[in-house]
């Protein structure tokens, strides 16, 4: 059993997977573009189906020409908060791809799966190299469809706020009490052999 701060884990894994967490309280320090890119690299390395890297970023970073316009991508409750990140990223994955052999492109059933899989890279490195990164549902997509000319092909899959953990009374009352580690259920809830049995 692997234990970090107040998590444990049911079998040996590797701490960063406990040590790794979304907070929402942000310091509002500005993040280096080379910072940013090393997250990025991270997920660049991520498996995909066929290797089609479906998985696209777009990102502002605070203090630059682009800031307002991504925190305005986001819901108002989130922006409520990630104001004082130092970096909003806009996560899409490409719904089609060629597979070998191919001439024209199909219908990519895992580019969510995929990209997936990208965003748990970039959270880990972020996590690795002294930033958090907290993904984010509430986003406005239609906004960020038109205003970043993404065309269909494209899914709008989330946002994440990158930052440096700050003080949880920067948060609305409503949030601090939020600002910890969360649990996670059981294995046993996720995970069984053999057949369905949740």
Do not use: C
């Not at 984010?136 to 269909?152: C, D, Q, Y």
């Amino acid at each position: 059993m692997t234990t970090s701060n107040l998590r444990s884990a049911e079998h040996a894994i590797d701490r960063q997977f406990l040590d790794r967490w979304s907070p929402r309280a942000f310091r509002s320090d500005q993040i280096p573009e080379a910072a940013l890119l090393t997250l990025l690299e991270a997920a660049r390395w991520a498996p995909s189906s066929y290797n089609s890297q479906p998985w696209r970023f777009v990102y502002a970073r605070r203090d630059t020409p682009h800031w307002e316009q991504f925190l305005g991508f986001l819901n108002e409750f989130n922006r409520s908060w990630a104001k004082h990140a130092s970096a909003i990223v806009i996560v899409l994955s490409k719904s089609t791809f060629t597979p070998p052999g191919y001439a024209a492109e199909v219908p990519a059933p895992t580019h969510s799966f995929d990209t997936g899989a990208a965003w748990g890279y970039l959270a880990l490195q972020a996590s690795l190299s002294g930033w958090h990164a907290h993904g984010l549902a509430g986003i406005e997509r239609e906004t960020i469809r038109r205003e970043l000319a993404v065309p269909h092909v494209y899914s709008i899959e989330a946002g994440i706020a990158i930052g440096r953990a700050g003080d949880k009374a920067s948060l609305p009352e409503t949030l601090q009490a939020r600002e910890v580690q969360s649990q996670r259920n059981p294995l046993a809830a996720i995970a069984a052999e053999g057949r369905f049995t949740f």
